[in-house]
T-cell receptor, first 113, second 113 residues
Framework: AQSVSQHNHHVILSEAASLELGCNYS??????LFWYVQYPGQHLQLLLKYFSGDPLVKGTKGFEAEFIKSKFSFNLRKPSVQWSDTAEYFCAVMGGGSYIPTFGRGTSLIVHP | KAGVTQTPRYLIKTRGQQVTLSCSPI?????VSWYQQTPGQGLQFLFEYFSETQRNKGNFPGRFSGRQFSNSRSEMNVSTLELGDSALYLC????????????FGSGTRLTVV
């Protein structure tokens, strides 16, 4: 069974700082990759996804993620965070012929104004 | 368009009781998946339904069951509740199994006392 690791459980940043959240997965075959975000009091929302093509994926609100196949990674980045980015971020991986994504345990991001 | 609707939003039950949770997917979405979210385990996959058929099932005991109706609405049932069943239960829908990227509901917060 594949697994997804998000190494940073809690991240605290000041506004304008750069962000990188790590995501590593175990499956070595073809994968589809996702980042979801859950803002306080809101439901999980899809932030961005990778299926194929350009390994650098751009999402909403200035977020991007890079798929590095050799490192089994799909890290989420933002050059300058805002207070409104405070949320929990989940990485998810779908692969091995399964249509069911496996989620990481999430990273809680707090951005101080 | 209306999002994924889950009812009830909050539920308190005692050990040994059973509970039924409901999920109405986005109109036109035929695939419904259920997840259990807890602080310690993150999102754990319960089951996935498509066209009234359970297509995938996670590693949960038989006390957890579900079904999907012809209008794609889905219910999940937990019998003989245990304290450890306290969690946020999330429903997610998509147009089909190959339409990657879920739309999540706000969840049902179940507390077992």
């Amino acid at each position: 069974a594949q697994s997804v690791s998000q190494h940073n459980h809690h991240v605290i940043l000041s506004e304008a700082a750069s962000l990188e959240l790590g995501c590593n997965y175990s499956y070595g075959g073809t994968v589809n990759l996702f980042w979801y975000v859950q803002y306080p009091g809101q439901h999980l929302q899809l932030l961005l996804k990778y299926f194929s093509g350009d390994p650098l994926v751009k999402g909403t609100k200035g977020f991007e993620a890079e798929f590095i196949k050799s490192k089994f990674s799909f890290n989420l980045r933002k050059p300058s965070v805002q207070w409104s980015d405070t949320a929990e971020y989940f990485c998810a991986v779908m692969g091995g012929g399964s249509y069911i994504p496996t989620f990481g345990r999430g990273t809680s991001l707090i951005v101080h104004p | 368009k209306a999002g994924v609707t889950q009812t009830p939003r909050y539920l308190i039950k005692t050990r040994g009781q059973q509970v039924t949770l409901s999920c109405s997917p986005i109109s036109g979405h035929r695939s419904v998946s259920w997840y259990q979210q807890t602080p310690g385990q993150g999102l754990q996959f319960l089951f996935e339904y498509f066209s009234e058929t359970q297509r995938n099932k996670g590693n949960f005991p038989g006390r957890f069951s579900g079904r999907q109706f012809s209008n794609s609405r889905s219910e999940m049932n937990v019998s003989t509740l245990e304290l450890g069943d306290s969690a946020l239960y999330l429903c997610a829908s998509s147009r089909s199994q190959t339409d990657y990227g879920y739309t999540f509901g706000s969840g049902t917060r179940l507390t077992v006392v």
